[in-house]
């Protein structure tokens, strides 16, 4: 019930300047979130390195889709780094008009997942067919589609309370934790895939609850970032549960999307 409380209040407030003065959006909570995003685009950048960057210009073997994915990933970082700092600045329109641009960006955010995915499940089939291995792969890559529109949607529906939008927003840069960090364990550290994958969604867990858990003390209010902790966990069952009669019924259903 606090919880409905607080998110109906933010959702009736329709500020004409955002109020840095709210503990949910002040100065402080603003320079954490740039620096949480310049050490992702860091992350990324060291994560990609080796299986993809390293391989300019000519990306030999790499098909489209990985380049649109890629460059759709890196937009969407870029915004969420921008935007913070224009409020900082107080250029509240040129905010909302580079927000606007989301209209468009976070739809081809998706589309860049789907046709990774599609593109990825291609060559598993040419080189397998379609294993347990395969369908708990798609059917797990596949709810980070499903966790980034839903994150993507409340904030767009709390555009008009400034600290659930940015929370939500946040929330959906912290969902490209896990593929950067399962290329730095691979790359630089030579773990095999399952096991850097099993690293990943117990770091993840740790991270989501560490930021739930100090930004309800520091608001003294319920975080939005509950949310994402749950879809931590979540991904946390999935993973564990990857072979079970279940999931694999449901990983086939959503192959037949690909």
């Given at each position: 019930?606090?919880?409905?409380?607080?998110?109906?209040?933010?959702?009736?407030?329709?500020?004409?300047?955002?109020?840095?003065?709210?503990?949910?959006?002040?100065?402080?909570?603003?320079?954490?979130?740039?620096?949480?995003?310049?050490?992702?685009?860091?992350?990324?950048?060291i994560g990609f390195s080796k299986t993809y960057i390293h391989f300019f210009p000519t990306f030999d073997g790499f098909t489209t889709a990985q380049h649109f994915h890629g460059m759709m990933m890196m937009a969407w970082l870029l915004?969420?780094?921008?935007?913070?700092?224009?409020?900082?600045?107080?250029?509240?329109?040129?905010?909302?008009?580079?927000?606007?641009?989301?209209?468009?960006?976070?739809?081809?955010?998706?589309?860049?997942?789907?046709?990774?995915?599609?593109?990825?499940?291609?060559?598993?089939?040419?080189?397998?067919?379609?294993?347990?291995?395969?369908?708990?792969?798609?059917?797990?890559?596949?709810?980070?589609?499903?966790?980034?529109?839903?994150?993507?949607?409340?904030?767009?529906?709390?555009?008009?309370?400034?600290?659930?939008?940015?929370?939500?927003?946040?929330?959906?840069a912290l969902l490209l934790i896990a593929p950067a960090l399962v290329r730095v364990l691979i790359s630089y550290f030579e773990i095999s895939h399952a096991d850097s994958h099993s690293f990943d969604r117990n770091a993840n867990i740790?991270?989501?609850?560490?930021?739930?858990?100090?930004?309800?003390?520091?608001?003294?209010?319920?975080?939005?970032?509950?949310?994402?902790?749950?879809?931590?966990?979540?991904?946390?069952?999935?993973?564990?549960?990857?072979?079970?009669?279940?999931?694999?019924?449901?990983?086939?259903?959503?192959?037949?999307?690909?």
């Amino acid at each position: 019930m606090k919880a409905q409380r607080v998110f109906s209040k933010e959702r009736g407030r329709v500020p004409e300047n955002i109020p840095l003065n709210d503990p949910f959006i002040s100065p402080a909570v603003l320079k954490g979130v740039i620096v949480g995003v310049i050490v992702l685009i860091v992350l990324a950048h060291i994560g990609f390195s080796k299986t993809y960057i390293h391989f300019f210009p000519t990306f030999d073997g790499f098909t489209t889709a990985q380049h649109f994915h890629g460059m759709m990933m890196m937009a969407w970082l870029l915004m969420l780094l921008v935007q913070p700092l224009l409020i900082l600045k107080r250029k509240i329109k040129l905010h909302r008009r580079i927000g606007s641009l989301s209209y468009v960006l976070a739809p081809l955010v998706l589309l860049s997942i789907y046709l990774l995915i599609q593109s990825r499940y291609d060559v598993y089939l040419a080189k397998g067919g379609q294993t347990k291995a395969v369908i708990s792969w798609i059917s797990i890559n596949f709810r980070l589609m499903v966790f980034f529109a839903v994150l993507y949607f409340l904030a767009m529906y709390y555009r008009k309370s400034p600290g659930l939008h940015a929370r939500f927003m946040c929330g959906t840069a912290l969902l490209l934790i896990a593929p950067a960090l399962v290329r730095v364990l691979i790359s630089y550290f030579e773990i095999s895939h399952a096991d850097s994958h099993s690293f990943d969604r117990n770091a993840n867990i740790f991270i989501a609850g560490v930021i739930t858990i100090g930004d309800s003390w520091k608001s003294k209010r319920l975080s939005p970032f509950l949310l994402l902790f749950a879809f931590m966990v979540l991904q946390k069952i999935l993973w564990d549960m990857r072979e079970a009669p279940l999931l694999q019924a449901v990983g086939n259903v959503i192959a037949k999307m690909f």
